[in-house]
């Protein structure tokens, strides 16, 4: 055979398999990617080998914003330690041969400041003192730190971040705030504000702090990667005082300084080398690659950026400020002494009227409460902060912090609040009652939904009873009118809990009350099927809030089969928006923009 028929039969040949080959490194490619995932799974970080309540509880740094000013804020990658170690030859935690893994994170920090921190420090604000906040962003431009969907951002987004730029846009949670400075989603901007979002405005935010006191917290709220940018460490509280607040601190009835402290609770997973680790793909096995996932469970504590801290404490009163920062995490905190319980003294939006003892304190993403503990007379005792939410491993997750009463008590006298439960819990903690306000606007029936996308993909969405399940995208549907006060029923026909955020306002949760009905899907189109509650009924009678939720809030949790009632007045005008924050749920497409108009 000549070499000429050789060279014509291996033509012909590759011509008629050139496909098959083409299919075959495809699918190779999608192998092999996966498998890495699954190696890099394997490589990660065991929770089990890392030690516990060893390393100190952070105290977070605070801007003193009380007299107001300008403050520009960078947003800066750091390499920052969380309490991770390589296990040294002795085999010994704790030990001068373990190796301190350090983590690349993600973080806020002032203008000369040596470095920015995870979480951010922590701004102290006074009512009526507005103040003023450039989000300077200075992340490298080298893309995004975690796996990014590009299934489930904007064009824009995504072409921002091949070019290694990455957007970000700063919410203040809780806040009373003009919707230009609010962090609505499509006000991101990218470093140097090269490229922004299609809702910004201006780069200096305002702050007005026009409400009551209250426990705040800031985060990143970019369209899409949520998620991440909170994964990767862009959160930090915001503490907002007011002349009845410092009164109480005053009066010695609130603990102050040294003992308060502000505690943010989140989940984490990492590499083998105490890297961050986020799954990057998803159960379903034709979804995008990379893929968001319906949650996110780590296997690792963090509070205040720290794994498992052990906090030393006086045998005294202490005011913690608690937030949940996770992702996707729910916990039902409880100690493990059953006599030492919380008292609850404030909910998101401002103090109660009176301490409300509680054995057990339940925290959905993006909540917060304002309790008091009482250590005094427990020298020398030692407490496990635990976690008893039914996905929480008991040797893991299960557990939050150590606090040790072995700090000697110190000349400042013991804070008065109330935590004598013979008494009735008598401390007034407010002059004013907590009552809802006059309904004055519409009675809005909204509902969750739970759908499945092009891919099979859970997707989780909101709309409204008469116009079924809707994208974050379609045209707003909710458009109170400016100054109106509006009943909100929220019906929950998904098999999961949620905690609804409503931007701008703070609102009073009138009641709970079972329902039954039917998420019946419509298919519009091949690709899209759309969702309506049918058949809805009421069951039994309404049921007040608990006496823990009973104060102002922003974020409400709403149970499976629940369709529970809000109030709340909208008094700024513009453009906000209202989500889960579960923010897996939120990221894909459990948010709404709302709109808040001027009448002639």
């Not at 495809?26 to 990617?33: E, M, P, T, W, Y």
């Not at 069951?539 to 009632?565: A, H």
């Amino acid at each position: 055979m000549t070499s000429k028929l050789l060279l014509s039969k291996w033509r012909r040949y590759f011509k008629l398999y050139l496909p098959f080959v083409f299919i075959v490194a495809v699918l190779a490619g999608i192998i092999f990617s996966r498998l890495s995932v699954t190696m890099a799974a394997d490589s990660r970080l065991d929770p089990r080998t890392q030690p516990k309540f060893i390393n100190s509880l952070p105290s977070l740094a605070r801007i003193d914003a009380t007299n107001g000013g300008h403050f520009d804020v960078e947003i800066k990658e750091t390499k920052q330690w969380l309490g991770l170690y390589s296990l040294g030859a002795d085999s010994i935690y704790g030990t001068d041969d373990d190796a301190r893994l350090n983590t690349t994170v993600w973080g806020y920090g002032l203008q000369g400041q040596k470095s920015v921190t995870y979480p951010g420090s922590t701004f102290v604000a006074q009512k009526n003192v507005p103040i003023e906040v450039l989000w300077d962003n200075k992340l490298p431009k080298s893309g995004h730190l975690l796996p990014v969907d590009k299934s489930i951002i904007p064009k824009s987004i995504e072409k921002a971040l091949q070019k290694g730029l990455v957007p970000t846009v700063t919410h203040l949670h809780g806040g009373h705030t003009e919707w230009t400075s609010d962090g609505f989603s499509e006000a991101w901007f990218t470093q140097d504000f090269s490229q922004t979002g299609t809702s910004w405005v201006k780069k200096n935010y305002s702050y007005a702090n026009d409400s009551r006191a209250a426990t705040l917290w800031y985060h990143d709220h970019i369209l899409g990667n949520s998620r991440l940018s909170l994964y990767a460490g862009l959160a930090g509280f915001y503490l907002l005082r007011d002349n009845n607040e410092i009164d109480l601190i005053n009066r010695n009835i609130l603990p102050s300084g040294d003992h308060e402290k502000e505690i943010i609770i989140q989940d984490r997973d990492f590499t083998a080398d105490g890297q961050l680790y986020y799954p990057p793909g998803s159960n379903d096995l034709h979804a995008p690659y990379p893929s968001v996932k319906p949650n996110f469970y780590g296997d690792f504590i963090l509070v205040n950026g720290m794994a498992w801290p052990k906090l030393a404490v006086e045998p005294r009163k202490y005011r913690l400020r608690l937030a949940n920062g996770s992702n996707s995490r729910f916990y039902n905190l409880k100690f493990n002494d059953s006599k030492e319980k919380f008292y609850e003294i404030g909910t998101e939006q401002g103090l109660l009227e009176k301490p409300v003892a509680l054995e057990n304190l339940v925290l959905a993403p993006g909540e917060r409460a304002d309790v008091i503990v009482d250590f005094t007379g427990d020298s020398g005792k030692e407490f496990i902060l635990r976690n008893f939410d039914d996905k929480a491993d008991p040797n893991l997750t299960g557990q939050i912090m150590k606090i040790a009463v072995e700090q000697p008590l110190s000349n400042v006298p013991n804070a008065t609040v109330d935590t004598n439960e013979n008494d009735g819990l008598t401390t007034q903690l407010r002059s004013d009652k907590i009552t809802p306000p006059a309904q004055t606007g519409l009675t809005r029936k909204l509902v969750l939904f739970e759908n499945t996308d092009e891919y099979g993909r859970k997707l989780l969405e909101l709309g409204t009873l008469a116009d079924g399940s809707l994208r974050y995208d379609d045209p707003i549907t909710e458009k109170p009118k400016l100054g109106t006060t509006e009943v909100w029923e929220l019906y929950n026909t998904t098999q999961e809990p949620h905690p609804i955020h409503l931007h701008l306002v703070s609102f009073l949760i009138l009641n709970r009350q079972n329902f039954a009905g039917s998420a019946v899907p419509i298919i519009t189109d091949l690709r899209k099927i759309k969702l309506f509650l049918q058949n809805a009924g009421l069951i039994g009678n309404p049921e007040p809030p608990r006496l823990s939720e009973k104060g102002w809030k922003d974020t409400v949790v709403v149970n499976p089969g629940e369709v529970v009632r809000i109030i709340a007045t909208f008094d700024k005008p513009g453009y906000y928006i209202w989500h889960c924050h579960i923010l897996e749920h939120e990221d894909f497409d459990m948010m709404r923009p709302f709109e808040v108009v001027k009448t002639p």
